[in-house]
């Protein structure tokens, strides 16, 4: 596959990442010439060898500080993109904690940038990467995008709040830009070929990799963080989206977004499955859907998690046409295909 030459340009921030890498091999599917920056802080060059392998030739890359205003300008006046997806961000829950500063600079600085950025360049699609932790514990479940958000738990979190109300408040001033915050629910999976995937620094925090990293005897043993939450089996309950059809939805995003004539616009987009999964529940289907056994032991819950939160997705199918496909089993073994991989 090579590049057409007149594919429109989407300058992909953080394309190099879990989410990221996994849009751009849809971007290209879908006709899009994808060009990414990435400073590699909390990625690795691995993934454009995966991209290499999955796409059969090499996506431009720029290794770039999304922070960097001359070199960001450099980009978009040499690229002259039809869009942005912004996923470039810290996303360390309990680091956040320890480090406010550090998450916040860099998680709105470069945001503030691209709404300078885009209308110098004359460019006005742009797709936000935010989180259903904008939500906190709802009160009614399913949440639907009118669902108030509530205060933040973390910087992390509050970096995903401020940062949708700048798009909102960009567009309400006029500002020339039309913009979709997506607002994921828990992204788990790899792309089938087993050649991208999550790549956590260190100790996982999340589940998935927690689980794929003991099946693999990485880990000797996963804590379930709590059994005694009011939910069906006690373990808490996430909207577990695979990665290949969260991909899809910001190509979604993009073509609806340049189909719309409007000056500005700004909306959010709940992205997951609408299914809600305990932990034990996604232990059992990855045990059913590999064959292999995970060691587990039920601990003490986790502060700040949240009982159960899932998404009400008939937004994302009404707006984008877009819907979840991928099974949690699919996904599991996905993820557990990209683990083997890495643990070579
Ligand atoms: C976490 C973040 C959230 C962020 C999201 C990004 C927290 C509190 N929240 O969401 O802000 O947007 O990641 O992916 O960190 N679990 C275990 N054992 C483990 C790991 C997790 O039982 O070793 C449980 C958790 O208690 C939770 C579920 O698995 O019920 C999912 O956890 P995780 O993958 O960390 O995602 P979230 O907490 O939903």
């Not at 373990?235 to 899809?248: E, N």
Request: hydrophobic share 40%; glycine share 8%; proline share 6%.
């Amino acid at each position: 596959m090579t590049p057409t030459g007149n594919s429109p340009k989407i300058l992909v921030t953080g394309g190099a990442g879990f989410i990221g890498s996994h849009t751009v091999v849809s971007l290209v599917e879908a006709g899009f010439e994808p060009v990414i920056i990435d400073d590699f802080s909390n990625s690795e060059r691995s993934a454009l060898a995966g991209l290499r392998a999955i796409l059969g030739r090499d996506v431009t890359c720029y290794a770039v500080d999304c922070n960097d205003a001359a070199a960001m300008d450099d980009i978009f006046q040499k690229e002259t993109p039809l869009g942005v997806i912004h996923f470039a961000a810290y996303k360390a829950v309990g680091e956040s904690v320890a480090k406010p500063l550090k998450y916040y600079r860099n998680n709105l600085d470069p945001l503030l940038l691209l709404l300078e950025l885009m209308p110098k360049h004359n460019v006005k699609n742009l797709v936000f990467s935010s989180s259903c932790t904008v939500y906190g514990q709802p009160e009614e479940l399913p949440v639907t995008e009118e669902t108030p958000r509530l205060p933040a738990q973390s910087p992390y979190g509050n970096t995903k709040s401020i940062g949708e109300d700048i798009l909102r408040d960009a567009v309400r001033a006029q500002i020339p830009v039309k913009v979709m915050a997506l607002r994921y629910f828990n992204p788990i999976g790899a792309h089938p070929s087993a050649q991208i995937g999550e790549l956590p620094l260190g100790v996982p925090a999340n589940l998935v990799p927690f689980i794929t990293q003991t099946a693999a005897g990485i880990r000797s043993s996963l804590t379930v963080y709590g059994d005694d939450y009011n939910t069906p089996d006690g373990t808490c309950i996430r909207d577990y989206i695979d990665v290949m059809d969260l991909a899809d939805a910001h190509v979604q995003a993009l073509r609806k977004l340049n189909e719309d004539t409007t000056e500005a616009s700004y909306d959010v987009i709940n992205i997951g499955t609408g299914r809600g999964e305990t932990v034990l529940s996604v232990i059992k289907t990855f045990e059913e859907a590999t064959d292999v056994k995970v060691n587990y032991v039920i601990g003490p819950r986790r502060p700040g998690d949240v009982e159960q939160v899932y998404a009400d997705v008939s937004k994302a199918n009404n707006v984008l046409g877009w819907t979840a496909r991928r099974s949690l089993a699919e996904s599991l073994r996905d993820a557990w295909q990209w683990q083997q991989k890495i643990s070579l």
